[in-house]
Structure formats: C-alpha cells, structure tokens
C-alpha cells in the first residue's frame, strides 16, 4: 500500500463503513495501526438505522462496527435499536445486542412503555419463558394489571396450564375479586348443564377444583365443590399369570 496521510485513512474508513466493507475495514485498522474518528463511526451507526433494511439486518451492521470499531453507538442509537429488538418474536436478539454493544441496564428505564406492551404480547401469547428473560435482561418486571388481565383471560378460556405458568413466572397473586367473579360463572354453567348434560357440567366442577387448587382461593359462599370421585382399583386376579 503506498503511503498515504491521516487524512486519507480516515476518507478511505468513511468509504469502508458507508459501504459495510467490513473485512477490508478490519483489515486497515490492523495494518494502519490507526482507527477511524469515533464521529465517522457513529455517523455510520445513524445512516444503518436510517437505511430501509430490513431490522435483522440493521442490528447486524451495528453489532458489527461496533465489533470492528470498538466504538459504542450514542444512545440515541442504542434506544432505537433496544426498542427494534423489543419488537421481534423473543428476547434472544436483545440479549445479543445487550452482549455485543455493551448495553447498560439504565437505558430501559427510558423504554418502559415499550417494554410493557412486550410484556402485554408475551402474556397474550403464553410466552412465559421470554418473560423470565425480558425480566433478567432489562431489570423491569411486568405490570400486574398486565399480569392480573392474563389470569382473567386464562381463566376464562380454561387455559389452568397457563395460569400456573404465569403465576409461577411472576409471583404475582391472582386477584381475589376476579377470582370470586370466576367460581360465579363456572358454577352457572355447572348448575346450567347439569339437567342437560352430565359431560359438561363434570367438565365445570372439574375447572372449579383446579381453580381453587392453583388459586388457593376458596369459592364464594354457597357454592360447594365437589370432591372428585375416587376410582377404584380393579380387583387382582386370584391366579395371575406369571
């Protein structure tokens, strides 16, 4: 390579970044022994968010620079993709970005509202994983309205799998009102099939004692819960085959 002035390394850096040339940008910074103006970097970090990439592409261009660079995007930067990454199917991406850019957990506080419609999301769709990893990763937790909302609606559904999970997740208590609202409406269908069909009014003593069971909340006065028959064992035969 001839020899050429600081200047020109920093032009040829702006034309390598801008590009996303970056094996041959690695490469310079190696055998120049010089870096690129940390202004020509961050310059680089804005125009990738502003590109119309794809998202996986873009936190790919940033996680790289700042991997070649050693330059931390501003915050500004860091938000808009901490708040991209918030958006995708699960926390893994945002995990990543925290490792790769060097994320503090500080930023979140400044994210809060996106965070909690990703609660909202997870406890919509059942993710309870991701929000054990939401929680670890951005040092929130959600809100129990939120939380409260996902137990009405599993309740509802008869989804007790799903209850359990969140609960277990959250440690959040289920609110007893709810739940006394719960106990109602399963007892009018209990009493409401029972002249009709047995199937089906079993099937809502059923969720009335899964109910109490994962709630430990007794049902409202009135209403009696069965206890569930006890099937017995079949009688052992006198010469059994060996």
């Given at each position: 390579?001839?020899?050429?002035?600081?200047?020109?390394?920093?032009?040829?850096?702006?034309?390598?970044?801008?590009?996303k040339?970056?094996?041959?940008?690695a490469k310079l910074?190696?055998?120049?022994?010089?870096k690129p103006?940390?202004?020509?970097?961050?310059?680089?970090?804005?125009?990738?968010m502003?590109e119309?990439?794809?998202k996986?592409?873009?936190?790919?261009?940033i996680m790289?620079?700042k991997?070649?660079?050693?330059?931390?995007?501003?915050?500004?930067?860091?938000?808009?993709?901490?708040?991209m990454?918030?958006?995708?199917d699960?926390?893994?991406?945002?995990e990543?970005?925290?490792?790769?850019?060097?994320?503090?957990?500080?930023?979140?506080?400044?994210l809060?509202?996106?965070?909690?419609?990703?609660?909202?999301d997870?406890?919509?769709?059942g993710?309870f994983i991701?929000?054990?990893?939401l929680?670890?990763?951005?040092d929130?937790?959600?809100e129990?309205?939120?939380i409260?909302?996902?137990y009405?609606?599993?309740l509802?559904?008869?989804?007790?799998?799903?209850f359990?999970?969140?609960?277990?997740?959250?440690g959040?208590?289920?609110?007893?009102?709810m739940i006394?609202?719960?106990y109602?409406?399963?007892y009018?269908?209990?009493?409401?099939y029972?002249k009709?069909s047995?199937?089906?009014s079993?099937?809502?003593?059923?969720?009335?004692?899964?109910l109490?069971?994962?709630?430990?909340?007794?049902?409202?006065?009135?209403?009696?819960?069965?206890e569930?028959?006890?099937?017995?064992?079949?009688?052992?035969e006198e010469?059994?085959?060996?």
């Amino acid at each position: 390579m001839s020899k050429i002035s600081g200047q020109d390394f920093q032009d040829t850096f702006r034309e390598y970044i801008n590009e996303k040339r970056f094996a041959e940008l690695a490469k310079l910074i190696e055998t120049a022994q010089t870096k690129p103006a940390d202004f020509i970097v961050r310059m680089g970090f804005k125009n990738y968010m502003d590109e119309s990439q794809g998202k996986r592409v873009k936190l790919f261009y940033i996680m790289k620079l700042k991997e070649i660079t050693g330059v931390k995007p501003d915050k500004n930067i860091i938000k808009q993709a901490c708040e991209m990454t918030l958006k995708m199917d699960t926390p893994e991406t945002l995990e990543a970005l925290i490792k790769r850019i060097e994320i503090e957990k500080e930023v979140f506080k400044e994210l809060l509202s996106v965070i909690q419609k990703t609660y909202a999301d997870y406890v919509a769709e059942g993710k309870f994983i991701d929000i054990s990893k939401l929680m670890e990763l951005t040092d929130t937790r959600p809100e129990e309205d939120t939380i409260h909302k996902g137990y009405e609606s599993y309740l509802e559904e008869g989804k007790f799998i799903s209850f359990a999970g969140l609960k277990k997740r959250t440690g959040v208590k289920p609110n007893s009102v709810m739940i006394q609202d719960m106990y109602r409406k399963y007892y009018f269908n209990f009493v409401r099939y029972k002249k009709i069909s047995t199937e089906q009014s079993l099937d809502w003593m059923d969720r009335m004692r899964k109910l109490r069971k994962l709630s430990r909340i007794d049902p409202p006065e009135g209403i009696i819960i069965e206890e569930e028959p006890v099937q017995e064992m079949p009688a052992a035969e006198e010469n059994p085959q060996e």
